[in-house]
């Protein structure tokens, strides 16, 4: 009977022993691994955390967490092999390890190895679909190759998996406006006035637009005719050229020029804008305008931005304007909502006072700068098949025609285009 009581205490004794050297182990461990870890961030100190990360797999060889972290440690020491080494022995062990993909992946992008980075991709896409940081580090190898039918269609692919995802839908438009395509068109403006004996006027232009991966060019005809009592009073033809152009992965820019030597048109206008595109869907634009009418040359200065938010397109531009030594601003909000394509959308504008932008005002708007204008605007714009663009624009116009006397306006604009 004793001698039993003395091996169960022996037993006891010895478990407690072993337990307590175990979890003491332990302990060590990860306070170990709290230590390499904060060597790599945000002390650093990668010698150390290398020294450490070997010393933790010495201690604990089938603690993964040790392995992932020399990885990294090799990573951000430029030891690619080493690197690539441990985190492929930490995914062969447990494919848990989330980050393990996240640091391969870009290992391999860094080192150019394009094949095996979309590899690791396809697979962290495969277990986790809706880590999007995966399906970003995809399209990055894409672009880094410079596949951009590739990174076209995969944008698409990511734009119905993401649909709220800005940047995003961004990306896709700029890539859209790469592609190699050439239409012609016609547009056509009416507008009607509730004062008696002015109007209506009528603008018609006729154009041609070619895209390429570079830019695209624009070329117009525009022709006015503006009636007062059922007889016209004035009217002509403008010849007018456009052009967008890139000048960066996320910049581009707008020139334009316009020539009439008919009154209903300024003789000369003159237009530049820069555009930048910013992560997370903004865009920003500055740009100038110059006008030149029979007796006054009129500048402005354009400052815009840009947000996309999902389907959502907003922007708002101001116009400052200087007449006769003062300063006359105009604004112009616009915000559009895409269903399928940069072609299909609705869209709304809002606005205040007179910009040189404005197309069918163009031949008054030194007459108009120093007065007050209030505009609300809606259209739809949609493709029929593969070639056909069609849109209807409808803005009305409160507007200051003489100081403290205005008049309602109503512009209705059709436009249709053939996409070869």
């Known amino acids: 009977m004793k001698q039993t009581k003395f091996f169960r205490i022996l037993f006891i004794t010895v478990f407690i022993f072993t337990a307590g050297k175990t979890m003491a182990q332990k302990i060590d461990t990860d306070s170990l691994l709290a230590r390499t870890a904060k060597e790599i961030n945000p002390n650093k ?16 060889p089938d603690y993964l ?28 062990k447990n494919e848990k390890y989330e980050e393990a993909f996240g640091y391969l992946t870009q290992l391999e992008i860094d080192a150019r190895n394009y094949t095996a980075a979309e590899k690791v991709a396809d697979r962290a896409i495969e277990l986790y679909p809706e880590n999007k940081n995966y399906y970003l580090k995809k399209l990055a190898i894409y672009q880094l190759q410079k596949e951009d039918d590739k990174v076209h269609d995969y944008l698409k ?3 119905k998996k993401f649909p709220a995802d800005a940047g995003i839908r961004q990306q896709l438009f700029l890539m859209d406006t790469k592609n190699n395509t050439d239409r012609i068109g016609v547009n056509y403006s009416l507008t009607v006035f509730d004062r008696a004996g002015v109007g209506p006027w009528h603008l018609g232009s006729l ?43 996320n910049a ?48 402005a ?9 999902g389907s959502y397109w907003l922007n708002l531009r101001t116009y400052i304007q200087n007449q006769d030594s003062k300063v006359y601003p105009a604004f112009t909000l616009t915000s559009r909502y895409y269903f399928n394509t940069r072609f299909d959308y609705a869209t709304v504008l809002l606005g205040y006072g007179t910009s040189p932008d404005e197309r069918s005002i163009q031949g008054q708007l030194e007459q108009r700068i120093a007065l007050n204008s209030y505009r609300i605007g809606a259209g739809y714009y949609r493709v029929f098949g593969e070639h056909y663009l069609t849109g209807i624009l409808v803005n009305y116009n409160n507007q200051e025609y003489a100081p403290g006397r205005k008049q309602n306006e109503t512009e209705i604009n059709f436009s249709l285009q053939y996409r070869f």
């Open 301 to 309: 200065a354009v400052i815009g931005v840009g947000k996309y938010l």
């Open 207 to 249: 154009q041609y637009i070619r895209e390429r991966k570079w830019g695209s060019l624009i070329g117009r005809v525009n022709y006015a005719n503006r009636l007062s009592e059922g007889a016209s009073i004035a009217n002509g033809v403008q010849y007018e050229g456009e052009t967008y152009f890139f000048t960066g992965k």
């Open 45 to 60: 100190n990668y010698t150390e955390a290398i020294r450490k990360a070997q010393l933790g797999i010495k201690l604990a």
């Open 65 to 92: 967490d040790f392995h992932l972290l020399l990885g990294r440690a090799y990573q951000l020491t430029q030891a690619v092999d080493s690197a690539r080494f441990y985190y492929q022995h930490v995914l062969a």
């Open 157 to 159: 692919v990511l734009e």
């Open 252 to 299: 581009y820019s707008y020139a334009g020029v316009a020539y009439s030597d008919d009154i209903v048109f300024p003789k000369w206008r003159l237009g530049y804008s820069f555009y930048y595109n910013f992560k997370k869907g903004w865009e920003a634009d500055l740009g100038i305008r110059y006008t030149q009418t029979i007796d006054e040359n009129l500048k």
